[in-house]
């Protein structure tokens, strides 16, 4: 049975649910994420519930750790949305509620790892990148432009790594190279005997490939297959315009996928 991977939820629910229905209408039964639940949106709660409520296990993406502790290297929209973003944790009146999301938060890892099981190849999971799990991001221009910095993040991967953090989906080889969806033929990439594989599985609640569709991947045996889904961008753009303390732009920004 296949694995739903999501990752980049960034407290839109409208996306979470999509994407939620989606993988329920598929008869997924496991589901897993790569952290960033919060941030930017306008629902963090509902989308920390969600994700208490629905996957096996969470990492901590930096959006998440910024709740926790600090928003550190963030643009100005960044640091306000977490700063909001802990007064709507800190704002519920239920204290066991309240403590259960918390203890959530604490529990999430910077990595893990899953051994080859059935034909599928062992898997390492991290947020970021596997040098720096939680801050690292791995662009698409790193497969050509940055090579010791590609060859040091292979050099930590058994077989296959993945990845959210940069919002672009796609499949790293050690050849190196990039391939976005687009050009794998039907969003598919299947395991190669002889090469390593980063894989990013996009953004749920903030794509940044140019597409406003969400994006998550299905992980079976023998490959990866991208998908995308539809939601009412609109409307989760109007919540965050409703909020004061939420930068317009991180609305308008969903339009475009950007």
Known sequence: MATAVISDIHGNADALKAVLADIAGRGIQRIV???????YGPEPL??????????AWSLMGNHDFAVLYEPTNFNASAEGSAYWTRDQFEKEENAALRAARYDFLHSLRVRIAEPAV???????AVHGSPRRPINEYIFPDDAMGAPDKMQSIFDRVEKLCLVGHTHVPGVFTDEPDFYP????????YRWQADEKAVVNVGSVGQPRDMDPRASYVLLHTDRVEFIRIAYDVAAVAAKIKAIPQLSPWLG????EGR
């Open 33 to 39: 994420c790569l952290g960033d639940i919060v941030g």
């Open 181 to 188: 969806p687009a050009e794998l033929g039907e969003a598919v």
């Open 46 to 55: 509902v989308c920390v519930d969600l994700v208490r409520e629905t996957c």
């Open 252 to 255: 308008e920004r969903l339009f």
């Open 118 to 124: 059935n034909g599928s190849p062992a898997m390492l």
